[in-house]
């Protein structure tokens, strides 16, 4: 559900955007690459936790 209303807020923004005739402040794939490290460093964070506690222990 959560992905259904970021996809139909993103699409409004979207249609807003075009309407008002502005460019997306950022490029998508430049927007997607930023994202993209965001989630992985997120995972790495509870990962390395776990790392460095098995070399402690």
Request: hydrophobic share 55%; no cysteine; glycine share 16%.
């Amino acid at each position: 559900m959560n992905y259904l209303i970021s996809l139909a807020i993103g699409l409004f923004v979207g249609v807003i955007y075009g309407a008002l005739d502005l460019r997306s402040p950022a490029p998508p794939a430049i927007a997607l690459v930023g994202l993209m490290g965001m989630l992985f460093g997120e995972q790495l964070w509870p990962m390395g936790r776990q790392l460095v506690g098995g070399w402690l222990s």
